[in-house]
């Protein structure tokens, strides 16, 4: 092989270690606008795209935070449901004990965030202090969690009793002008979208522009060097999952208000893998000390849009887990490049 | 003794082509030329010695001829043939082993398990390992080396000295032609190391080509039958052991230490030291050991440092010197009492004795001094973050840290054009500046710091000597652990000699002025007290 050849290959790969993530993103794109031409484009879709999505993807940016850490948390979907099942069952028994709807609902909401704060407190606990990997913690966080969710409803339903501003926070949003649905009525972004974006603009200027972020990066990319160096290690791996824990709770809320209803044995099944996938395709390292929120937001769309094109194109919800895997390895793949 | 006879039988029995060799091998790293078009040739059947200072590039060379390094021009020889060594395996399958200096063994594994690691002996088509016969291999192979231990110890438990007898085992065991052996004894005691080298001659004899790095030019002398001499990346010069076994150049300089040292440094050694300024005792002491040490490897440690004053801390690797230094920072248990500035203290973490003047430069540059994967400025502003950040931590302030790097930069003469870049892509000296600036930026009272140059080219060795004795001369009190006793003398007004995990004896500022200060150093560190005759003259 000559040696431009070669060059060329090794700058495609730096490239593709870089950029994957969005040229993935722009093909998906592309193959979606094409498979379901004006369908796609329109801006409806778009806000069922995110919309589906915006749990998912707060839970994964904060999954990114973690990671970063060189950590993992498997427990996020369990923390969703036990979040979101507490904070219903708080907000209904507020409103069975006479309070205003609007002040029931804001209680319910912090009591949500708060129990999922809890939840992640109590594994950034046991990972800093009790010295478990966090692989097992948040494992075992995974089974309590929803288990105590289960308990709390008899593994049934928790329905809102929120008449109607519950699930106006799930539904409703800020009203786009010029924009109409089919049916001819405004078209809103969605609270649950705005709350995305807002989570992962902050935490892309936590993790590159404050002292948290770089501490959290120091202690990923070697947390004796960051021991060595003064920073507070415990204190900071402890914070990014008590963080984890409150972005649980968020989603919780997104979800919960959305179905304005809580399933607990549904409720955020499985989301510790789309979270993780999403990390993972986005290019952050699972060694820790390095990652990218933008590319995370990238994964969590492209994973929505790969279930959307499977839809449309009629492939059975059995074979969707299939390709998705492919996807995810398929990432690693590429990005991993010649770190190998 | 005398062994000059083996060494010529060997010698001439085996010496006649060169069973491994390079021919003008360069090797470049961003901004520094590691090895700069080296040509030498290793004999079958003869012991040759690599020295240099650090960075002189030995350690490259090893890699690139154990095949860990693929050279940027030049190519490597094996038996006169021009090869490509695509990895380390495919180096050990072409029989070329190297032993590195912080040895490859699993720890949790017994001896015999290491012995034949990968080359297990099996049986049931290979699904099963034959242990007797894998411990009978093991045994036969260590008892060539003149080694008996315990084969079903795990190598966790053994000595230093014995996991390098495993390790050359393991050697043995891959049918190694041409053996590697990285600064084989630095960690070593001396009857340990005269052991080491005996079984080195035996190998040889047996038509090895034994290769080996060393900055104990006393044993080169002893041990080697070549000798080449690296300088900052170039063969400068080499040496040969001639018939009558004496070891001299081409043009007939005999190889002498001394000869070898100058040869190593390019210049008269001793004027890389800057002048030392004076102490200021009397003055309440900056810091103060009182009976202190690590719980478990260090004890009775009493010293008082002052202002001003830099006191050198000697020792044998594993003496307690580095666990010493991480106590006092809290980062192992210590035991007995601080007092800083007059004020009895006891640090939780480094973060603790840095908010009270006290900081502590790690040994360990790559793994625990600084994040070789993040920027120069990252690294240098991480000690002091929280004066960088405003808000509540909420941003970091990142003029002022680019402004506070580019200060120290031209403060310590830093070679780094983007400090934006991974520091990695700094020379050792470079990160080395770094690793120091980065502690002087949270202006410590106290300065401890563990190997300030190892890794370091002699360049850069100077100026941080020059930069901790005009800090000592503003009146920091520093504290310097080192295994260069050279760089203590020159450096130290006085210097703390540890053994076995406490002070074994104290050098007097007098004393560091005489000749033979370095001996007396190190009989005080191998618990030789009493004086001994010359025996290889």
Redesign the interface.
């Known amino acids: 092989m000559s040696k431009s050849h070669t060059g060329m290959a090794v700058r495609m790969q730096r490239f593709l270690e870089h950029w994957g993530v969005l040229v993935a993103f722009v093909l998906l794109f592309a193959v979606s606008a094409f498979k379901q031409g004006g369908d796609f484009l329109s801006i409806e879709n778009f806000r069922n795209l995110l919309n589906q999505n915006a749990a998912v993807g707060i839970l994964a940016v904060g999954m990114t935070l973690v990671i970063v850490s060189a950590g993992i948390d498997l427990s996020v979907g369990s923390m969703v449901v036990l979040a979101a099942a507490v904070g219903t069952t708080a907000m209904n028994a507020l409103i069975e004990a006479g309070w205003s709807e609007p002040s029931a609902v804001v209680s319910g909401a912090l009591v949500t965030i708060l129990a999922g704060t809890a939840a992640g407190a109590l594994n950034g606990a046991l990972i800093v202090f009790g010295r478990i990997a966090p692989f097992i913690a948040t494992l075992g966080g995974l089974a309590a969690f929803r288990s105590i969710a289960l308990a709390i409803a008899e593994a049934g339903e928790i329905r809102s009793q929120s008449p109607t501003m519950f699930s106006a926070l799930g539904r409703g949003g800020i009203p786009l002008p010029f924009a109409e649905n089919s049916a001819g009525k405004a078209l809103t972004i969605s609270w649950s979208t705005v709350i995305f974006f807002a989570v992962a603009i902050a935490a892309q200027w936590f993790l590159s522009r404050a002292r948290f972020g770089r501490q959290l990066v120091a202690v990923g990319a070697n947390e004796t060097a960051a021991r060595y160096a003064g920073v507070p290690v415990a204190w900071i791996r402890f914070r990014v999952y008590a963080l984890m824990g409150a972005l649980a709770g968020v989603a919780g809320l997104v979800q919960s208000s959305r179905m304005n209803s809580v399933s607990t044995a549904q409720l955020g099944l499985g989301s510790e893998l789309d979270a993780i996938a999403a990390v993972v395709i986005g290019g952050t390292s699972l060694r820790g000390g390095f990652g990218r929120i933008w590319g995370t937001v990238a994964g969590v769309l492209i994973l929505g849009m790969i279930t959307n094109i499977l839809t449309i194109s009629g492939v059975s919800p059995y074979w969707q887990g299939a390709v998705k895997g492919a996807v995810i390895v398929l990432a690693v793949l590429v990005q991993r490049g010649s770190r190998a | 003794m005398d062994f000059a006879g083996v060494k010529q039988v060997g010698a001439a029995a085996h010496a006649t082509l060169p069973r491994m060799g390079v021919r003008g091998v360069t090797v470049e790293y961003p901004g520094v030329r590691a090895l700069d078009e080296v040509t030498v040739d290793f004999m079958a059947g003869e012991i040759h010695a690599v020295v240099g200072e650090n960075g002189a590039g030995k350690s490259t060379l090893m890699k690139v001829l154990s095949g860990a390094l693929a050279p940027n021009a030049g190519e490597v020889l094996r038996n006169g043939e021009p090869t490509i060594l695509r990895g380390p395996r495919a180096a050990i399958r072409a029989g070329i082993s190297m032993v590195h200096q912080e040895l490859n063994l699993v720890a949790t594994l017994s001896v015999a398990e290491n012995v034949l690691l990968g080359r297990e002996p099996t049986f049931l088509a290979g699904i099963a390992v034959d242990r007797p016969q894998q411990r009978e291999r093991a045994r036969a192979l260590l008892a060539m080396l003149g080694a008996e231990m315990d084969l079903d110890r795990a190598v966790s438990e053994l000595s230093i000295a014995d996991c390098q007898y495993v390790e050359i085992a393991k050697c043995l065991a891959s049918e190694a032609q041409v053996l590697i052996l990285d600064e084989p004894t630095a960690v070593l005691g001396e009857h340990e190391a005269s052991k080491l080298l005996q079984l080195l001659r035996r190998l040889r004899d047996e038509g090895r080509a034994v290769l080996f790095i060393s900055h104990h030019l006393d044993e080169v002398v002893d041990v080697a039958d070549r000798v080449s001499v690296l300088r900052d990346g170039r063969l400068v010069a080499r040496f040969q052991r001639n018939a009558v076994g004496v070891l001299q150049s081409e043009d007939g300089t005999v190889a002498t230490e001394d000869a070898m040292a100058q040869a190593m440094v390019g210049r008269e050694l001793g004027s890389i030291y800057p002048p030392k300024g004076g102490a200021k005792p009397g003055e309440t002491p900056a810091i103060e050991l009182i009976e202190f040490g690590a719980a478990d490897r260090s004890r009775d440690v009493s010293v008082r440092v002052f202002p001003g004053e830099i006191v050198g801390i000697a020792g044998l690797v594993g003496s307690g010197r580095t666990e010493t230094a991480e106590a006092i920072v809290g ?1 192992r248990r210590p035991v007995g009492k601080i007092r800083v500035a007059g004020a009895e203290r006891t640090f939780k ?3 603790a ?2 908010r009270h003047g006290v900081t ?1 430069v ?1 040994e360990d540059r790559k ?8 920027s120069s400025i ?1 690294n240098m502003t ?2 002091s ?2 004066a ?2 405003q808000f509540g ?4 302030d ?1 003029v002022a840290e680019r402004s506070v790097t580019a200060r120290w930069i031209n403060e310590l003469a830093i070679r780094c054009a983007r400090p934006g870049l991974p520091i990695s892509s700094l020379s050792g000296g470079n990160q080395q500046k770094f690793a120091l600036a ?1 502690w002087l930026e949270t202006r410590p009272n106290v300065l401890i710091i563990d190997e300030p140059t190892r890794g370091v080219d002699i360049g850069a060795k100077a100026e941080i000597y020059r930069i901790i004795a005009a800090l000592a001369q503003e009146g920091l009190a520093c504290i310097v652990i080192s295994s260069e006793l050279p760089e203590l003398i020159g450096l130290a007004h006085r210097v703390l000699v540890m053994r076995n995990g406490s002070v074994a004896g104290e050098v007097t500022r007098e004393q560091l002025a005489e000749a033979g200060c370095e001996e007396r150093i190190v009989r005080i560190a191998s618990g030789l007290r009493a004086e001994r005759q010359e025996t290889h003259e």
Request: charged share 20%; hydrophobic share 45%.
């Open positions: 980062l973490d480094p973060r004795a840095m502590y790690s793994g625990r001094g600084l994040h070789v994967s993040l990252a991480l000690p973050l929280d960088f950040s931590g909420a941003r970091i990142a980065r």
